[in-house]
């Protein structure tokens, strides 16, 4: 076992994903290590908001990676990666999971799980990653301003013992990395490409320019979306250069 190797548990932390980083720069952590805390007080989530969750109630985590076998300019591999894991985790206790591009975890429409990679990129090389999980387990309400969020409890009624869903989300995401390190990119892409949240739907998004009805096809090797429009037109975006509307 690769991930969830080594685990390191915190009460409370700012962010497991800055103390990792921190930890990473300071000493020697072997990889697959996993910084666990049962409350962040500046949780972060991906574009600078915060990431909300009741103390003792959630996953949240952040393993040391260091991938020196991923180009960079293919890392939108370990987000593949990280994604599917999670998504086999959830698939042991509900149904109608998928993912949102670029790695945002939803059941129905719903969010359930965020990540949130970095990287360490130097040359051509990355140095290290912090994946960083944040996984709604028995949390029942939610506070923040937080479009849609939702939890496994909300879903089936059910409370969870985290440290067993600690375990099973780690051999999860284990079996993944595995996948990545023995080079088996088709199988990591074709399964996130089954996951992909509207995939081959038509819906309304907005871009720079305009509001459109687009159907989404695939995910480029860069991790850029592809969208199609009705005029059979084929657009690329990076995140956020595109928004999922209603
Ligand atoms: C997002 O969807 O915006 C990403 C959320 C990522 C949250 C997790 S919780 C554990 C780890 N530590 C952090 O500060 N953030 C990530």
Redo the contacts with the bound molecule.
Sequence with gaps: MIIGSKLLFYQNLP????FAAAMVRENSVPEGSIIITDY?SA????MG?R?ESEENKNL???IVLFPSMIHPAEQFLLSTAVSLGICDFLRAHTGEISIKWPN?IYVKNDKIA???IENSIMGDIIEHTIA???ININQEIFISNAPNPVSLANITGKQYDLTESLSLLASCLDKRYKLLISENYDILRSDYLSLLYRRDQWHKYQDQAEIFTGRILKVSDTGRLIIEREDGTLNEYDFKEVEFLL
């Design positions: 962010s497991t994903n800055t962040q949780g972060r989530g991906q908001n990431w949240l985590i952040s945002d965020g990540i949130l960083g999980i944040g």
